[in-house]
């Protein structure tokens, strides 16, 4: 009997084990490309089968025709103070991280930036910044606009602080998340914010590697705009949870063909295993399945002669009227 029961007892410690091997490993069994990218992430776990069979996947093509002009739309407002944080290369994204116990370390305790206003009717606390890029200029940005791919994008999440206790918390629940889309538009000049972060590339050069970021504004990091779009969605990895409020802001920021290539340089694996570049991260867009896409961009237009005309997105929609130049 007791042999038995010491069996029993060394039976459930060796599945207790492989239970956290196999959650430790499911992040390394997905990728961009090939059999174990995004047309199958939901078949790889079934944890992950919203990726294929939800109804409010992210990322989507905006359509500026197809935009509904919302006036109880607010402008988003992003606390001004700088925090401090990790940027990390996990093999999948470059990201920054702030709020940990590293950053105690370097700056003590630090004030948390709040994210309100918008399409929100919470308070969100920002948690983290997601970069998605492509290894050529044509490509590299999740969300689109008519079908038009920018070279970036810089995602910024934030959790529902009054209802959940933090992020891993709120991605499972209701009005959990909010993601703020910036898409980055090759220029000769870079957002002074951006800089610091792609300052930091050459020390996270392969996988696994991070390196500590100082007194970085995430209010900074926004373009010069308080119109917008927006829309319910998911994350745009596994498990593709769909508890995100999306907000696109209505103009780019500008990376410079220099921070491209120190992206571009950046490896999945180790020094002495590198698999393949980290670019070309983004997932392609989902079906946007009858959700409607909010903004808070007036588009009626007036007449000469005082009478409202039809509406129409081409002087107010920043996208379409400057044709994807630079301003």
Not at 5 to 12: K, N, W
Not at 178 to 200: F, H, P, Y
Not at 219 to 231: A, K, S, V
């Amino acid at each position: 009997m007791e042999l038995l029961q010491a069996l029993c007892c060394t039976l459930l410690l060796l599945l207790a084990r492989m239970q956290v091997l196999l959650a430790v490993s499911w992040e390394d069994w997905w990728t961009y490309d090939g059999i174990s990218g995004p047309a199958f992430w939901g078949l790889i776990n079934p944890e992950w089968s919203l990726c294929n069979k939800g109804r409010r996947q992210s990322p989507v093509n905006l359509e500026p025709q197809r935009l509904l002009f919302d006036p109880n739309l607010r402008p988003m407002h992003i606390d001004k103070h700088r925090i401090s944080g990790l940027i990390t290369n996990t093999g999948h994204s470059v990201i920054f991280t702030a709020g940990n116990d590293t950053v105690a370390n370097y700056d003590g305790m630090q004030t948390p930036v709040n994210i309100s206003g918008g399409p929100l009717s919470y308070r969100y606390r920002f948690h983290e910044i997601h970069m998605h890029y492509g290894l050529n200029d044509q490509f590299g940005s999740e969300h689109s606009v008519e079908g038009y791919t920018f070279p970036a994008e810089i995602q910024i999440f934030g959790y529902n602080s009054q209802l959940y206790a933090n992020f891993s918390d709120a991605l499972n629940r209701a009005q959990g998340i909010v993601g703020v889309s910036i898409l980055l538009q090759l220029g000769d000049l870079s957002n002074a914010e951006l800089r610091m972060l792609t300052d930091q590339l050459e020390r996270i050069r392969y996988g696994g590697d991070e390196a500590f970021v100082k007194r970085l504004s995430i209010r900074g990091l926004l373009p010069d705009t308080d119109h917008y779009m927006t829309y319910d969605g998911s994350t745009t990895a596994p498990a593709c949870h769909e508890t995100v409020t999306w907000v696109v802001l209505n103009k780019p920021i500008y990376i410079t063909k220099q921070q491209l290539h120190a992206l571009r340089r950046l490896m999945q694996g180790s020094p002495d295993h590198p698999k393949a570049p980290l670019g070309n991260n983004y997932r392609p867009p989902q079906p946007l399945l009858h959700r409607p896409i909010r903004t808070n961009i007036d588009f009626k237009t007036t007449k000469s002669n005082g009478k409202a005309a039809c509406p129409t997105m081409y002087r107010e929609v920043y996208y379409k009227a400057t044709s994807w130049k630079q301003n």
